[in-house]
């Protein structure tokens, strides 16, 4: 049973960085499509950004573009969300979520397994 467990949030001010970390057990994450995602209070969740279980694909949400990168490392089993430049309107609920053999496209639907999120939250 895959469990996915995600950490690294907290509390920046406007410009700062953090790096969410999306960590599996109990089965090898490099099988898995991962997919970043993100809720803020009384909004919808969006896709945030996502990474091939290959590795050779990755998405990025236009409303992140040039600020967050994705990125994998399967001898650790986790999956790295970089958050540069943060904003105000960056401060939601994170979540990994992960499918099997996924390749990205479409980058944010099918996910089969979601963590129990990790909270960022950006003052000014």
């Known amino acids: 049973q895959l469990q996915l467990v995600e950490s690294g949030g907290g509390l920046v001010q406007t410009g700062g960085s953090l790096r969410l970390s999306c960590a599996a057990s109990?089965?090898?994450?490099?099988?898995?499509?991962i997919g970043w995602f993100r809720q803020a209070p009384g909004k919808e969740r969006e896709g945030v950004s996502c990474?091939?279980?290959?590795?050779?694909?990755?998405n990025v949400a236009d409303s992140v573009k040039g600020r967050f990168t994705v990125s994998r490392d399967n001898a650790k089993n986790t999956v790295y969300l970089q958050m540069n430049s943060l904003k105000l309107e960056d401060t939601a609920s994170y979540y990994c979520?992960?499918?099997?053999?996924?390749?990205?496209?479409?980058?944010?639907?099918?996910?089969?397994?979601w963590g129990q999120g990790t909270q960022v939250t950006v003052s000014s």
């Open positions: 979520a992960a499918l099997k053999y996924g390749s990205c496209w479409p980058p944010y639907s099918g996910y089969e397994h």
């Open positions: 109990g089965v090898n994450l490099g099988y898995y499509a």
């Open positions: 990474i091939s279980s290959a590795g050779g694909r990755t």
